[in-house]
T-cell receptor, first 112, second 114 residues
Framework: GQNIDQPTEMTATEGAIVQINCTYQTSGFNGLFWYQQHAGEAPTFLSYNVLDGLEEKGRFSSFLSRSKGYSYLLLKELQMKDSASYLCAVRAHQTGANNLFFGTGTRLTVIP | DAEITQSPRHKITETGRQVTLACHQTWNHNNMFWYRQDLGHGLRLIHYSYGVQDTNKGEVSDGYSVSRSNTEDLPLTLESAASSQTSVYFC?????????????FGPGTRLTVL
């Protein structure tokens, strides 16, 4: 089975930087995704890591360490619209399939 | 523009009734997925398909079925709805032809079983 852990809630101030951590235990690891989900809406793709290191995309960056089973999503210059849930998902190759397994999500609240 | 749609967006039904949720994508993606999202559980995979006539069970498939007769559609059927199936249901698709193979999600269907 999969075990994916991330904090339930976080609060940060507008303009600041926040780091959302995700730890995982899985067999057949084949990539890690971060999605953003605003309340009442669909998850939308943010980032993908399959190799160790940092991937930067504008204000958002994602880091992966496969040996530690650890990833983080870094959000810089926080804006009010960044208030949302952030979902960590591990893709694992098991029994002939290559599917995503999601953590329970981290609800981020950005305050003025 | 290519998209993925779900219908209905909201549904209220009674215990024991059969319910079908529709999912339609115009990206010509090979792979399609159904998830349910509940508080405290995150997104859980119900069924998935890697192509026409291919269907597979996911983590929480009991009480659900799917069929894939064409590339665009993967309807999800609840054979006999139960209150435990009250949830938000998301359909997703991915190309199946890329290394990243990102899944893109539909807007969701909120199902209430009374």
């Amino acid at each position: 089975g999969q075990n994916i852990d991330q904090p339930t809630e976080m609060t940060a101030t507008e303009g600041a930087i926040v780091q959302i951590n995700c730890t995982y235990q899985t067999s057949g690891f084949n990539g890690l995704f971060w999605y953003q989900q605003h309340a009442g809406e669909a998850p939308t793709f943010l980032s993908y890591n399959v190799l160790d290191g940092l991937e930067e995309k504008g204000r958002f960056s994602s880091f992966l360490s496969r040996s530690k089973g650890y990833s983080y999503l870094l959000l810089k210059e926080l804006q009010m619209k960044d208030s949302a849930s952030y979902l960590c998902a591990v893709r694992a190759h098991q029994t002939g399939a290559n599917n995503l397994f999601f953590g329970t999500g981290t609800r981020l609240t950005v305050i003025p | 523009d290519a998209e993925i749609t779900q219908s209905p967006r909201h549904k209220i039904t009674e215990t024991g009734r059969q319910v079908t949720l529709a999912c339609h994508q115009t990206w010509n993606h090979n792979n399609m997925f159904w998830y349910r999202q509940d508080l405290g559980h995150g997104l859980r995979l119900i069924h998935y398909s890697y192509g026409v006539q291919d269907t597979n069970k996911g983590e929480v498939s009991d009480g659900y079925s799917v069929s894939r007769s064409n590339t665009e559609d993967l309807p999800l059927t609840l054979e006999s709805a139960a209150s435990s199936q009250t949830s938000v249901y998301f359909c997703a698709s991915s190309s199946g032809r890329e290394i990243t193979d990102t899944q893109y999600f539909g807007p969701g269907t909120r199902l209430t079983v009374l």
